[in-house]
T-cell receptor
Framework: NAGVMQNPRHLVRRRGQEARLRCSPM?????VYWYRQLPEEGLKFMVY????????ESGMPKERFSAEFPKEGPSILRIQQVVRGDSAAYFC???????????FGSGTRLTVV | AQRVTQPEKLLSVFKGAPVELKCNYS??????LFWYVQYSRQRLQLLLR??SRESIKGFTADLNKGETSFHLKKPFAQEEDSAMYYC?????????????FGGGTRLMVKP
């Protein structure tokens, strides 16, 4: 079992470009969670998804950010028109439907230049 | 609303000293609490769950409902314990399962 796979590990974008972060959950996990970790800060919840369904997006910024988890393929976190303040580590976690434990990926470090 | 508070952003101790990382929560239901650890530039890993009542890497944590706390303790800190520690509270809603994380405490163990 490969665990939660996130790619890319590092992503550099210029201001105004789009960033696409991918997360493949662990085998058998149908719930995906995205978190953001700003430099020198803690982990902040962004969004919780099940297949083809957003369950809770209370932590997502209202503009430029979107997330999906299609029936086939990985979950995608999309950031449009990136700004310097979007530079952070973005972590994805997954869990089985009734399981309490979330397993985390290695994260994607986004740098906006 | 549920909330997890870790009052210390940074805790610095010497090797061999006791460690206590504080975690307080507010939750109207029956809480389920976790500690996660993140070593330098690595992914978060589950350290322990209050339900398991186990000791992992010498760490223990007891749920105190009266004080709404779930402090993480270790009697003798080791340098390899240096990491970021997150306390988390499980929340059930109609749709499923979520974790609310505290702000994290960075533990530095000095030689």
């Amino acid at each position: 079992n490969a665990g939660v796979m996130q790619n890319p590990r590092h992503l550099v974008r210029r201001r105004g470009q789009e960033a696409r972060l991918r997360c493949s959950p662990m085998k058998g996990h149908s719930h995906v969670y995205w978190y953001r970790q700003l430099p020198e800060e803690g982990l902040k919840f962004m969004v919780y998804l099940q297949k083809e369904n957003i369950i809770d997006e209370s932590g997502m910024p209202k503009e430029r950010f979107s997330a999906e988890f299609p029936k086939e393929g990985p979950s995608i976190l999309r950031i449009q028109q990136v700004v310097r303040g979007d530079s952070a580590a973005y972590f994805c976690a997954s869990s089985p439907p009734a399981g309490p434990v979330q397993t985390f990926g290695s994260g994607t470090r986004l740098t906006v230049v | 609303a549920q909330r997890v508070t870790q009052p210390e952003k940074l805790l610095s101790v010497f090797k061999g000293a006791p460690v206590e990382l504080k975690c307080n929560y507010s939750y109207s239901g029956s809480p389920e609490l976790f500690w996660y650890v993140q070593y330098s530039r690595q992914r978060l890993q589950l350290l322990l769950r209050h339900i398991s009542r186990e000791s992992i890497k010498g760490f223990t944590a007891d749920l105190n409902k009266g004080e709404t706390s779930f402090h993480l303790k270790k009697p003798f800190a080791q340098e390899e314990d240096s990491a970021m520690y997150y306390c988390a509270l499980r929340k059930w809603n109609n749709a499923g399962n979520m974790l609310t994380f505290g702000g994290g405490t960075r533990l530095m163990v000095k030689p």
